[in-house]
T-cell receptor
Framework: QKEVEQDPGPLSVPEGAIVSLNCTYS??????FMWYRQYSRKGPELLMY????GNKEDGRFTAQVDKSSKYISLFIRDSQPSDSATYLC????????????FGKGITLSVRP | GAVVSQHPSRVICKSGTSVKIECRSL??????MFWYRQFPKKSLMLMAT?????????EQGVEKDKFLINHASLTLSTLTVTSAHPEDSSFYIC?????????????FGPGTRLTVL
């Protein structure tokens, strides 16, 4: 079993839809959870991060972490064509030398 | 936010040649930089952790002699793919961490697409 699993997609939604992206993980040591957005041929850009369980909201984006289920989600409200990108979840344990473990990424396309 | 640049953005080379990729932190000093590799429709795979002034730490399965990493200053790390072969063709991405930076203070470069003919 891979440490981080993410639905491979792709996912296509109409503009204005609510998008739900999810990852599951197996390593209970993970404490920090991140979502990155990566446009085609570009490096990843940090979108959201959450420590331990809970919700975090930033504009149209909401990140949720359920450590008991080892499940994290990213919700995008009122999706826009500019949200079309690949979204990667990433997570890491605590510790100064902790490394990020990424999901495979899911490509989202928002149709005008 | 902090900016990380990579050069070149794209390189095409013949099999057997060596290629150097530069990663620079433009507005901050990075004691730690990371090198990743990304295949099409795949996730980022960490290749090595580069610490300024010391040897890089390579992930299991990554050939040290093939992927030479040098982190000679607080703003520059280089990755040299030696004797490149077509299977080395990939998207290489670096990231830099702020000094005393935590998990999230890691900023990614735009990536370098390497094509080996």
């Amino acid at each position: 079993q891979k440490e981080v699993e993410q639905d491979p997609g792709p996912l296509s939604v109409p503009e204005g839809a609510i998008v739900s992206l999810n990852c599951t993980y197996s390593n209970s040591a993970f404490q920090y959870f991140m979502w990155y957005r990566q446009y085609s041929r570009k490096g990843p850009e940090l979108l959201m991060y959450t420590y331990s369980s809970g919700n975090k909201e930033d504009g149209r984006f909401t990140a949720q972490v359920d450590k008991s289920s080892k499940y994290i989600s990213l919700f995008i409200r009122d999706s826009q064509p500019s949200d079309s990108a690949t979204y990667l979840c990433a997570m890491t344990p605590t510790g100064a030398n902790s490394k990020l473990t990424f999901g495979k990424g899911i490509t989202l396309s928002v149709r005008p | 936010g902090a900016v990380v640049s990579q050069h070149p953005s794209r390189v095409i080379c013949k099999s057997g040649t060596s290629v150097k990729i530069e990663c620079r932190s433009l507005d901050f000093q990075a004691t730690t930089m990371f090198w990743y590799r990304q295949f099409p429709k795949k996730s980022l795979m960490l290749m090595a952790t580069s610490n300024e002034g010391s040897k890089a730490t390579y992930e299991q399965g990554v050939e040290k002699d093939k992927f030479l990493i040098n982190h000679a200053s607080l703003t520059l790390s280089t990755l040299t793919v030696t004797s490149a072969h077509p299977e080395d063709s990939s998207f290489y991405i670096c990231s830099a961490r702020l000094p005393q930076g935590g998990y999230n203070e890691q900023f990614f470069g735009p990536g370098t697409r390497l094509t080996v003919l």
